[in-house]
């Protein structure tokens, strides 16, 4: 089977390189589901202090425990668990007086979710910025799969966070060279990127084992529409 995280060195050596230097950082991550986001971040974090957070759709409340939750694990702190509140500020407040300078990354994976939830949070998290950590030595991504809601909303000229210094990743399919690089035979290369596309997602359920046909009849969570429109 292919890896489940393949190559992104180019992508992992910029977030090295950001992450080494001094201060504060954010970073927005973005691009197309099933591009690989996720495991991109989840690669970037082993080994480091830091926390990740995946945002849901059900509401406020829901986001706002599951944040406590991570930041006990995070400070090993209990009184998180206890917090009476209902403020993302509020709770950046306690959290950076326990980090004090230690270099710490936060990642909010499916960010979009929460800002579908309340557009407004975008304004608190530019004052989370601004005002809890400009000093510290943490590094907040924020990562999401709505373009939309990325290009336009968190950093497009409009947005509350625009004109800050932000470095943003859009995260891309991978080209045929990387197919090309694991497969190794060109024409096997050739038809397991025309049919299985240059989406890492698609490409874990290839068994280069099997013959191609066999990896399609094998592998029913691939859209139909992927395999037939290339046939």
Same mark, same amino acid.
Request: glycine fraction near 6%; hydrophobic fraction near 40%; charged fraction near 25%.
């Given at each position: 089977?292919?890896?489940?995280?393949?190559? !992104?060195?180019? &992508? #992992?050596?910029? #977030?090295?390189?950001?992450?080494?230097?001094?201060?504060?950082?954010?970073?927005?991550?973005?691009? !197309? !589901?099933?591009?690989?986001?996720?495991?991109?971040?989840?690669?970037?974090?082993?080994?480091?202090?830091?926390?990740?957070?995946? @945002?849901?759709?059900?509401?406020?409340?829901?986001?706002?425990?599951? +944040?406590?939750?991570?930041?006990? &694990?995070?400070?090993?702190?209990?009184?998180?668990?206890?917090?009476?509140? /209902?403020?993302?500020?509020?709770?950046?407040?306690?959290?950076?007086?326990?980090?004090?300078?230690?270099?710490?990354?936060?990642?909010?994976?499916?960010?979009?979710?929460?800002?579908?939830?309340?557009?407004?949070?975008?304004?608190?998290?530019?004052?989370? @910025?601004?005002?809890?950590?400009?000093?510290?030595?943490?590094?907040?991504?924020?990562?999401? /799969?709505?373009?939309?809601?990325?290009?336009?909303?968190?950093?497009?000229?409009?947005?509350?966070?625009?004109? !800050?210094?932000?470095?943003?990743?859009?995260?891309?399919?991978?080209?045929?060279?990387?197919?090309?690089?694991?497969?190794?035979?060109?024409?096997?290369?050739?038809?397991?990127?025309?049919?299985?596309?240059?989406?890492?997602?698609?490409?874990?359920?290839?068994? &280069?084992?099997?013959?191609? +046909? @066999?990896?399609?009849?094998?592998?029913?969570?691939?859209?139909?529409?992927?395999? +037939?429109?290339?046939?």
């Amino acid at each position: 089977m292919i890896p489940k995280f393949i190559n !992104r060195k180019q &992508e #992992l050596g910029f #977030l090295e390189r950001l992450y080494e230097k001094k201060g504060f950082k954010l970073f927005i991550l973005y691009g !197309r !589901r099933r591009v690989g986001k996720t495991e991109l971040l989840k690669h970037f974090l082993e080994n480091k202090n830091g926390t990740y957070i995946l @945002a849901t759709d059900e509401n406020l409340e829901e986001n706002i425990k599951e +944040f406590k939750n991570k930041f006990y &694990e995070l400070t090993k702190k209990d009184y998180f668990l206890k917090l009476e509140l /209902s403020s993302f500020y509020d709770l950046f407040k306690y959290l950076i007086e326990e980090l004090k300078n230690k270099k710490t990354i936060i990642v909010i994976d499916e960010f979009s979710y929460l800002l579908n939830l309340n557009k407004g949070l975008l304004s608190t998290f530019q004052k989370i @910025a601004d005002e809890l950590l400009k000093n510290s030595e943490i590094m907040l991504v924020l990562c999401g /799969s709505s373009l939309s809601i990325m290009e336009n909303d968190v950093i497009g000229y409009k947005s509350p966070l625009y004109g !800050r210094d932000i470095s943003s990743w859009k995260l891309m399919p991978f080209d045929f060279n990387i197919v090309y690089g694991i497969v190794n035979k060109i024409n096997d290369s050739m038809k397991v990127y025309f049919i299985f596309g240059g989406i890492p997602y698609y490409l874990g359920f290839y068994n &280069e084992k099997d013959e191609l +046909f @066999a990896n399609i009849n094998n592998n029913q969570n691939i859209p139909s529409y992927v395999i +037939f429109h290339t046939l």
